[in-house]
């Protein structure tokens, strides 16, 4: 298979880096060359992009060209280096007592097999069995891949969801190569996976930096290896945790800089930086501090000559690997970064408008209350009321469209790019009030106060939102460390007092993302709970008869819009008795088989967002023939990645999908210029199918609640611009 092509050159990589370096522990070379291994492979991803990018030659056969040539050239590489004695192989034997857990003691082999049988185990079979289905990796970040896939470059594209143009893009090079190489989409979850497992490395080695023993560098590793965003995130298509590796990677680089002179190490930490900002620009703002403490040890440790070096280095990475990308920005939008306000192909903004100490103050709150919720909607409403009060006194509107993309409340959401990191953040919180009380540990307050003044910038200059928590990930790896710090060296508690309730409150969230599920947790949940809608909606009028009949006592019939609400709310016994009437007329049917095993894989794709699928599987049946092209003419906003993927399930040969409605600007791209012709057409407006297609011109017409498809009685390459 193609696709081990990537892996022998992560291996390759890794080989090589852990056979120069026998001066490290067995277990430090082993951290340090995975990291560097995963640097270095974005680093040629990079690379093999790019340059093919520039002669329309992203397919198949050239990148599979490439990874031969880089796969054969460092295993020639290896081969040279052995003849010439600069490495000897027989160390990688040393390998084999890692995976017995040579070194440990009893209770960390225990809790370290533990984490790889019931985490990172099922998280990496996750990643690969089930299908992507987060909505933004539908909307955008697979859209953008099958986009580039479909034009054989990285040059901008028509489109109606203008994210898929302008945010960074490094984690979508990667899973670029990924499906390129496998032909699928299989693999691509294990790109955000494997930077979970290099976070974990670099996290510990951050540990060990600040002098703990194998107990606290195993804490740390346990408190983000349960950190439930991260556990959602490590199976996605999403990059937070891309992002969050590079820059994990980047500060342990900086601290290991002060203590040694390294290019190797500069390099490290200049590509970590470089990559987490490319990854997602968020990087940037928390890692001004430690770039700020970092430039001012190295020029006052190294002096000034060096400084200039390592200067340079920087600025001659951040431009080759920004340019390009900023390039194709500025041709579209006229801006580098994004489009500008007040143009059609604005979108939104996202640093904020006002800027003062006050509205500094109400995003951190904000953000910290984004970690606040539990599944109690009392207490949740109790701590928004507090918020609130809380900006009534210092003068500033919650819900101010200058400072917010999305209105605050505190809730509790099991949703893989908004679940709160409640328990963790209490950790961390708990863990700062002794680091401050002790006397020295200076390298680990400023460490500490470093990761919060990087948190504060980040909640004083961008709005909020409601699904920041994964936004955070950088602030909680931080304080994975912070947390590890004080319960093993401060506190000298037993670590696994900590570690195994930490372990035994996250494996739902392995086991129970409602996304891709292992065991329907969701549903034995709300049975256990009498967990009943607050409004239930049925467009079935003879199944709208018989909830009616069974039900009227306790929801209003008939409801707006075919939507039934509560008359109030019941108690439990009750709610059982609704649950079981619900239940037995098939209500939670998708929630008792929205698991890997108990979903089909078209289905599966659409997990998060089950109304689109209800409204597109009966069109499948009307869609035939190998090489037939869609045109998506879309009034809303979304991606189709979803819609191709199914229908790529059902032929052997699906065509191609593009946006046929779009707005003039998109006319100067070259991409555009190339044309598009398509036998159907996939709309979500009768209107616009009405405003676009003559009658003459359809020899079919399906359509259901959400979808019409058209079937061209011949190929038409015509667009709708507006």
Known sequence: MNFCLLLFSVLLIFVLFFLTSVKSGLYTRIRVSFIFSLIVNAGVVFVYNEVFSFFDALNSTSIFIFWLTEVLTLSGLLVYWKSIDKINISELSSLKNAVVLKGLSKSNRTITSAAFLFFIAPLFFLAVYSPPNNLDGHNYHLNRVLSWINNGNLEHFPTVYIQQLYLNVLAEYIVLDTMLLSGSDYFVGLVQFGSFIGSLAGISLLAK?????????????????????????????????????????????GFELLERK???????????????????????????????????????????????????????????????????NYQLFGNVMSPKENTALFSEKIPV???????????????????????????????????????????????????????????????????????????????TIPLFFIKGAWNVKWFWLFAIFGFVLFCSLLKFQLWSTRTHMPFFAMGAVLTAYAYSQILKWKTCYLIVPLMLMSTVFVYGNPNKALIPIGYYTKKVLGHIPIAFCVTDSVRSKDYERNLGAFYDFPGGDNCHPLKKLPDYKERVKIFDILE????????????????????????????????????????????????????????????????????KNAGEMKYIRYLKDFTILKNEQKGFCYDYILCDDASLLKEFVPENKIAEIHHTSVFYLVKLKNSSCERLLY
């Not at 703990?212 to 950190?227: P, V």
């Not at 490290?268 to 700020?292: C, D, E, Q, R, V």
């Not at 951040?318 to 390039?327: G, I, M």
Request: proline share 3%; with cysteine.
């Open 209 to 253: 930096r600040f002098g703990m023993k194998a107990d606290g560098q195993l804490l740390s590793i346990i408190f983000f290896l349960t950190l439930p965003i991260g556990i959602f995130e490590s199976t996605t298509t999403q990059v937070d945790l891309i992002a969050c590796f590079f820059f994990i990677a980047f500060v342990y680089f």
């Open 262 to 328: 390294s290019w190797l190490t500069v390099l490290g930490m200049l590509l970590s930086l470089s990559f987490g900002g490319f990854t997602k620009y968020p990087i940037f703002i928390f890692a001004i501090p430690f770039t700020a403490f970092f430039a001012l040890r190295i020029l006052l440790q190294y002096g000034i000559s060096y400084a200039t070096k390592v200067l340079a280095v920087a600025i001659v990475i951040l431009v080759f690997t920004f340019s390009p990308f900023f390039y194709r």
């Open 353 to 431: 408008d006002k800027r003062s100490v006050r509205f500094a103050l109400s995003g951190i709150v904000k953000n910290i209350g984004l970690h606040l919720g539990l599944p109690n909607t009392d207490y949740n409403e109790f701590i928004t009321s507090k918020i609130k009060n809380f900006h009534e006194v210092i003068g500033v509107d919650m819900d101010d469209k200058a400072i917010r993309l999305d209105p605050f409340s505190v809730r509790y959401s099991v949703h893989e790019d908004m679940v709160p990191n409640t328990i963790h953040l209490l950790l961390m919180f708990l863990a």
């Open 584 to 651: 037995n007329a098939g209500y939670y049917d998708d929630d008792k088989s929205a698991t890997v095993f108990g979903t089909s894989r078209t289905k599966a794709y659409f997990l998060s967002h089950l109304d689109d699928y209800y409204g597109f599987e009966p069109l499948l049946e009307h869609i035939t023939g190998d090489n037939k092209n869609i045109g998506v003419l879309f009034k809303n906003g979304n991606g189709f990645y979803n819609y191709w993927t199914a229908v790529s399930l059902k032929l």
